[in-house]
């Protein structure tokens, strides 16, 4: 059974820093694409940053500001988080794709999920 358990949120002024992980069980996260999706209040969940078999690809507003990476000894996917800003306060969930090719955009796409920790950052 595969289980993910994000961790590292906070309250964080703006243009201050956070890393988030994502530890997983059941899996090898290595071997599975990987993505991070984020719920503003009152909004929908979307796309964040994602580790797919191409690379490394992240939504407009986040590039330059957050990195994602994996740590196959720790299985565990991270999203570093600099120069923050109020509009990225949501909660963030990581997730996983049981493989094969698809829209890493997408949240649907995703198999697996944590259950979200919550990022606020004030101005």
């Known amino acids: 059974q595969v289980q993910l358990v994000e961790s590292g949120g906070g309250l964080v002024q703006a243009g201050g820093s956070l890393r988030l992980s994502c530890a997983a069980s059941g899996c090898t996260f290595s071997s599975y694409p990987s993505g991070w999706f984020r719920q503003p209040p009152g909004k929908e969940r979307e796309f964040v940053a994602a580790l797919y078999w191409t690379g490394a690809y992240y939504t407009d507003s986040v590039k330059g500001r957050f990195t994602i990476s994996g740590d196959n000894a720790k299985n565990t996917v991270y999203l570093q988080m600099n120069s923050l800003k109020p509009e990225d306060t949501a909660v963030y969930y990581c997730?996983?794709?049981?493989?094969?090719?698809?829209?890493?955009?997408?949240?649907?796409?995703?198999?697996?999920w944590g259950q979200g920790t919550q990022v606020t950052v004030s101005s």
């Open positions: 997730a996983a794709a049981a493989g094969g090719s698809f829209d890493y955009t997408r949240a649907y796409n995703y198999h697996f």
